[in-house]
């Protein structure tokens, strides 16, 4: 959306339902699927070896799913990817070229190939599934007693209430959140743990499982904010591995702006990326050092630079909600894993980023297993 005011209009009617207190009336749910991803990582881990990327994405996406459509993905039970989510996939990988290709997938869509067909016939498919989750989200809002959200977008949907949205555009809004919202939370925590696994981290993890020893395992993410520590493991993970650290552009408004010493024109794109600011020796010391410490006391230049959720009007939206899972995956990862280590497969070279805008590690797996006491 890149008109400012049509995007100023949208953010103000999601900005209750991703608030703090909104997202903590679904930390229920949130939780169970923590939970449940927790217990098959510890599952593999005790058998052979856990792929966390793999069980954090499933993960990020049930809760996304959940949280926008009302009803899971249960990607976690069933071990696997949805169809629909791998149409969506595949939708964001080819959309680029689809917009190229137009003309072409026009003429390709009357050969007699099936599995062609098939393929081209992922808008149809996305959409059918979009809409049949969002009516019976309706007919169930319509149909239950009592207050109490169960989506992000129960209050759209309530017919007691102002339709503030379309049916249509709630379907393409609860898309772009699944999009949005799993790939960049579980590769943040995937790194996140791998950086707290590796050998040379053996302090970092010592302490921070000394912090999360003093909660019990039912603690809840309230609890959670109560641990420095933890926080501070959060923020370096994601000053150094924060999933969407590119370039994030702006077109410079009305008659353009000064910077420093420079006049922008207005109508200029410009960008900034976190990648690079998270890395300025100026602001953080020893910069590609793991080094949560760096966060007890921080300068207010660190603060300033610190900005792995973007910045001004449209930063990230699932803040609080991609907090919640960082915080409740890590604190429940190690209470029910304590002996857990890098498996040999997962190396420094392993973990060396792809870069399509959200980072990933390029071997597309994270392994641990359990240490044998
Ligand atoms: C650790 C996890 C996450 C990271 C690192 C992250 C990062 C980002 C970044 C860098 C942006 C662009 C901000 C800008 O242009 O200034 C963004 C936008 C956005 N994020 Fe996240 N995000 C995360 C999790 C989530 C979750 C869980 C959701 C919701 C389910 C979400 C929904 C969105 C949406 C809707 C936008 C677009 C906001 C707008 O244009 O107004 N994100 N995110």
């Known amino acids: 959306m890149t008109d400012p005011k049509q995007h100023a209009t949208r953010r103000r009617l999601f900005a209750q339902p991703f608030s703090n207190s909104s997202i903590t009336t679904f930390e229920p749910a949130i939780r169970r699927k923590v939970d449940l991803a927790v217990s098959k990582i510890k599952r593999d881990a005790e058998e052979s070896s856990a792929d966390i990327l793999k069980w954090f994405t499933f993960m990020a996406t049930d809760?996304?799913?959940?949280?926008?459509?009302?009803?899971?993905?249960?990607?976690?039970?069933?071990?696997?990817?949805?169809?629909?989510?791998?149409?969506?996939?595949?939708?964001?990988?080819?959309?680029?070229?689809?917009?190229?290709?137009?003309?072409?997938?026009?003429?390709?869509?009357?050969?007699?190939?099936?599995?062609?067909?098939?393929?081209?016939?992922?808008?149809?498919?996305?959409?059918?599934?979009?809409?049949?989750?969002?009516?019976?989200?309706?007919?169930?809002?319509?149909?239950?007693?009592?207050?109490?959200?169960?989506?992000?977008?129960?209050?759209?949907?309530?017919?007691?209430?102002?339709?503030?949205?379309?049916?249509?555009?709630i379907e393409q809004e609860a898309s772009n959140l699944i999009v949005a919202g799993s790939d960049?939370?579980?590769?943040?925590?995937?790194?996140?743990?791998?950086?707290?696994?590796?050998?040379?981290?053996?302090h970092i993890r010592e302490k921070l499982m000394d912090e999360i020893s003093t909660l019990p395992l039912d603690a809840r993410g309230s609890d959670l904010t109560s641990l420095q520590y933890l926080k501070a493991v959060v923020d370096e993970a994601l000053r150094l591995y924060g999933a969407a650290p590119g370039s994030l552009p702006r077109i410079v408004p009305g008659a353009g702006t000064v910077l420093g010493p420079y006049h922008i024109p207005g109508g200029v794109t410009v960008s900034t990326q976190a990648f690079t600011i998270h890395r300025d020796p100026n602001i953080f010391r020893d910069p590609e050092r793991f080094d949560p410490s760096r966060w007890e006391n921080p300068t207010q230049e660190m603060r300033d630079a610190f900005s792995p959720f973007g910045a001004g009007s449209r930063t990230c939206i699932g803040i609080h909600l991609a907090m919640l899972e960082l915080l409740l995956g890590t604190f429940l990862l190690f209470k029910q894993c304590p002996a857990a280590v890098l498996s040999p497969t997962t190396t420094d070279e392993s973990m060396e980023f792809e870069n399509y805008f959200l980072i990933a590690p390029k071997s597309h797996r994270c392994e641990i297993q359990l240490r044998h006491e």
């Open 63 to 169: 809760v996304a799913g959940e949280l926008s459509f009302g009803t899971s993905f249960d990607m976690l039970q069933h071990e696997q990817k949805t169809p629909y989510i791998r149409d969506l996939e595949t939708a964001m990988m080819i959309s680029g070229m689809r917009s190229e290709l137009q003309p072409l997938l026009k003429i390709a869509s009357y050969l007699p190939l099936r599995s062609l067909r098939h393929a081209l016939a992922i808008d149809e498919r996305l959409n059918s599934y979009g809409h049949e989750a969002i009516q019976n989200h309706k007919a169930y809002i319509a149909t239950r007693q009592g207050p109490g959200a169960t989506s992000l977008f129960s209050k759209f949907l309530d017919p007691k209430k102002n339709q503030e949205l379309s049916d249509a555009e």
């Open 184 to 202: 960049t939370t579980a590769v943040s925590l995937t790194y996140l743990i791998w950086a707290v696994l590796r050998p040379d981290n053996n």
